[in-house]
């Protein structure tokens, strides 16, 4: 039978006050764990090619999501790509290019290019998915009213009003 999890610590409640000097002493003991070259300042050369990263991630309909140092897996099929994040102001681009596939996808079936049928019928998928969710996103509200939040329940006071003494 599997040990039940047991805190090291009892759990505590935390108030404000308590989250910053918890949040420090939890980092402080992750970086004893870690490797201490993790913690070094950055070569001239490994700050330029982290600055350069984000550099080549802006591509024509926005910008690349991948991490830093990483390849793109992709071969620069950023239409297709899960990854793009697509600026709102390049909505007109993206319709011209899912406009421009479909002339491309009936030139593909008249040849008989059943590869490259595939291809664009896969990458005008993944536009016309990216093109929904930027139409979703731009009918819904910029801005959510949430409201004035009222603590004086949850903080155990009440509101004593002037004429109840």
């Known amino acids: 039978m599997a040990e039940a999890f047991q805190y090291p610590t009892p759990p505590l409640a935390i108030y404000p006050e308590d989250l910053i000097p918890h949040h420090r002493a939890f980092i402080a003991r992750r970086r004893t764990e870690r490797p201490s070259e993790e913690y070094r300042e950055l070569t001239v050369t490994e700050r330029g090619e982290f600055l350069a990263h ?3 991630r802006k591509v024509a309909l926005g910008t690349c999501g991948r991490d830093c140092a990483t390849p793109c897996q992709h071969e620069n099929a950023c239409v297709r790509c899960p990854l793009l994040l697509v600026d709102p102001a ?4 993206l319709q011209e290019i899912h406009a421009n596939f479909i ?4 030139e593909a079936k008249d040849q ?3 590869g490259e049928v595939a291809a664009i ?15 979703e996103r731009a009918a819904q509200p910029s801005t959510v009213h949430l409201g004035m939040p009222d603590f004086r329940t949850s903080a155990g006071r009440r ?3 002037p004429d109840s003494g």
């Open 54 to 56: 984000f550099e080549l």
């Open 90 to 93: 390049q909505m007109p681009r």
């Open 103 to 106: 002339d491309r996808l009936q």
């Open 112 to 114: 008989g290019w059943l």
């Open 121 to 135: 019928e896969t990458t005008m998928a993944a536009a016309a998915q990216k093109l929904e969710a930027m139409r």
């Open 159 to 161: 509101t004593v009003s």
